[in-house]
């Protein structure tokens, strides 16, 4: 059975540190997703990793993938407050691009001053 | 443009009920997802359709839920003899031919009494 394990579940930070949220999955697979979700809100895509190696930033934040370790880790610079937010990893069920995610459980990101 | 939607916002039902989903997608997109989250976890894959073909419903959890998509476009969940444990936000989620980004609606919060 595929699995997608985050950690750490429960993040809280303050204003202008830095800190990695680590993704580990059980499965070959060549891509990985990354989404926000606000409270009450649905899901927001931020990244899709398409190969080992690959690596992607948008402003404070920056995506990686090492699919011959099944990690993927999202690093946030110099956090601020609007981080604050859950991050989930994603991987593909059957390691390719059919759609069927299978998701951690989410990081829960508190960004306080 | 106009995002996926979703209706109703929230369904509250008793025990035994039916009830019906509905998840409108991006115009245009093919692809279309099912999925449901939990308290406090990440969205549960449940079904994925390829226009009007169900491509994977591996996720469905038993008989009691059922999908269709008889156009295409709109796809409707379907529950039957509700249960406490069907109380969830169900999502819908829908990507173009080509493209690795699922977009996702606002979410259906069932409650089942």
């Known amino acids: 059975e595929l699995k997608v394990e985050q950690n750490p579940l429960f993040l809280s930070m303050q204003e202008g540190k830095n800190y990695t949220i680590y993704c580990n999955y059980s499965t070959t697979s060549d891509r990985l997703y990354w989404y926000r979700q606000d409270p009450g809100k649905s899901l927001e895509s931020l990244f899709v990793?398409?190969?080992?190696?690959a690596v992607k930033q948008e402003g404070r934040l920056m995506a990686s993938l090492d699919t011959k370790a099944r990690l993927s880790t999202l690093h946030i610079t110099a956090a601020v407050h609007d981080l604050s937010a859950t991050y989930f990893c994603a991987v593909d069920k059957y390691g390719g691009s059919q759609g069927n995610l299978i998701f951690g459980k989410g990081t829960k990101l508190s960004v306080k001053p | 443009g106009a995002g996926v939607s979703q209706t109703p916002s929230n369904k509250v039902t008793e025990k035994g009920k039916y009830v019906e989903l509905r998840c409108d997608p991006i115009?245009?997109?093919?692809?279309l997802y099912w999925y449901r989250q939990s308290l406090g976890q990440g969205p549960e894959f449940l079904i994925y359709?390829?226009?009007?073909?169900?491509?994977?419903d591996s996720g469905l959890p038993n008989d009691r839920f059922f999908a269709v998509r008889p156009e295409g476009s709109v796809s409707t969940l379907k529950i039957q003899r509700t249960e406490r444990g069907d109380s969830a936000v169900y999502l819908c989620?829908?990507?173009?031919?080509?493209?690795?980004?699922?977009?996702f609606g606002p979410g259906t919060r069932l409650l089942v009494l």
């Open positions: 989620a829908s990507s173009p031919v080509r493209e690795e980004t699922q977009y």
């Open positions: 990793l398409l190969s080992n190696g």
């Open positions: 115009s245009g997109h093919t692809a």
């Open positions: 359709f390829q226009g009007t073909g169900a491509a994977d």
